[in-house]
């Protein structure tokens, strides 16, 4: 009967000691998946930033270059939603997004601050939000 209980411990014991090694090794798995996000989030800004800078220099296409501005901004949008932690950032992305894609018009006409704002919160400035929340709410949603 001791040596059951004896084993029933030990047995308990490496169970318990195995699970901590796990949920610690999916804490830090889910910790570099959030990071890559964080990259990913930022590389898509970046490039949209450079398609803006494009689109003012008028270089090339610039219906294309608009497109492309579209596309990165949405890659952004999609990352910003996958990390975890700044659901007030991801909704100015989203709404910068949304803006881009329904108001070209007068977007077009904000897009050197809008490169400006994205410059920032690629370099991970608060300002860069506050300025993008700026353009946002200067958009004039019922016109075109």
């Known amino acids: 009967m001791k040596q059951r209980m004896v084993t029933a411990i030990v047995a308990w014991a490496v169970t318990f000691i195995v699970m901590l090694v796990f949920i610690g090794l999916y804490i830090d798995e889910t910790h570099r998946v959030q990071e890559t996000y964080r990259r990913q989030f930022a590389t898509e800004i970046s490039h949209a930033s450079k398609e803006i800078d494009s689109y003012i220099k008028n270089e090339g296409d610039l219906e294309h270059r608009y497109m492309r501005i579209i596309s990165y901004m949405s890659a952004a949008n999609s990352y910003a939603f996958l990390i975890n932690d700044n659901s007030d950032k ?4 989203n709404e910068l997004t949304t ?3 329904k108001y070209p018009e007068q977007m077009r006409e904000k897009l050197e601050d809008t490169k400006t704002a ?3 919160i690629a370099a991970n400035h608060d300002k860069g939000y506050k300025a993008a929340r700026e353009i946002v709410d200067s958009v004039d949603k019922l016109g075109h």
Do not use: G, R, T
């Open 118 to 120: 994205l410059d920032d």
């Open 99 to 101: 803006c881009l894609v």
């Open 90 to 93: 991801q909704i100015i992305i």
